[in-house]
């Protein structure tokens, strides 16, 4: 397994402004991912974040709004850009273990008036 | 394109009431079907992976199925402390995106009432 944490775990933020939310795991990994989870709804997938390798993102989520970067195997950031209530979301990494599994971290809950 | 059922979406059991999850799925070929759970406010918690039809997993009063195309997730003799979000996820043999990304089901809230 895998033991992963992130900060900050909540913030309120005002519309317009940025936040990054950093994710910092125990153990080397290849792959880790960053997923959105909006109120009362499941995951979906912002972005896999590769180490030397610039992010892959799912449809629907661009670079400009969602910057990543993975500056070594064991770290990541995601920056919320320019943001609108829309954005109020929890946001979760996660990593991938051999085996398959994927981990997640508590996950940092955001709000944006 | 890949999709992922869960039903029912809520279900309230009694202490000791022994109970099935479903989780109905589509995918161009299947490299893993994944159960977590989810406590409010917290990241998901990896519980199971099935990678192939007729096989089973347990832990304590938890036991994952997997068939062609389902898998149940079955509780026996539940507990308060077992409330929580069931999700299931799978990861297709071939994506359009990540080799590794997850799809996952919209989750079913499992209340065990004492």
């Known amino acids: 397994s895998a033991v992963i944490s992130q900060k900050p775990s909540r913030d309120i933020c005002q519309r317009g402004t940025s936040l990054t939310i950093q994710c910092q795991v125990d153990?080397?990994?290849?792959?880790m991912f960053w997923y959105r989870q909006q109120p009362g709804q499941s995951l979906t997938l912002i972005a896999t974040?590769?180490?030397?390798?610039?992010?892959?993102?799912e449809s629907g989520f661009v670079i400009d709004k969602f910057p990543i970067s993975r500056p070594n195997l064991t770290f990541s950031t995601l920056t919320v850009s320019n943001m609108s209530p829309e954005d109020s979301s929890i946001y979760l990494c996660?990593?991938?273990?051999?085996?398959?599994?994927?981990?997640f971290g508590p996950g940092t809950r955001l709000t944006v008036t | 394109e890949d999709q992922v059922t869960q039903s029912p979406e809520a279900l309230r059991l009694q202490e000791g009431e022994s109970s099935s999850l479903n989780c109905s799925y589509t995918v161009s070929g299947l490299r893993g079907l994944f159960w977590y759970r989810q406590d409010p406010g917290k990241g998901p918690e990896f519980l199971f992976t099935l990678y192939s039809a007729g096989e089973e997993k347990e832990k304590e009063r938890l036991k994952a199925t997997l068939t062609k195309k389902e898998s149940f997730l079955h509780i026996t003799a539940p507990k308060p402390e077992d409330s929580a979000t069931y999700l299931c996820?799978?990861?297709?043999?071939?994506?359009?995106?990540?080799?590794?990304?997850?799809?996952f089901g919209s989750g079913t809230q499992l209340t065990v009432l004492p």
């Open positions: 996820a799978v990861r297709p043999e071939i994506s359009s995106g990540s080799a590794r990304q997850l799809t």
């Open positions: 974040a590769n180490q030397g390798s610039e992010a892959t993102y």
């Open positions: 996660s990593v991938d273990i051999q085996g398959g599994e994927q981990y």
């Open positions: 153990s080397q990994v290849t792959m």
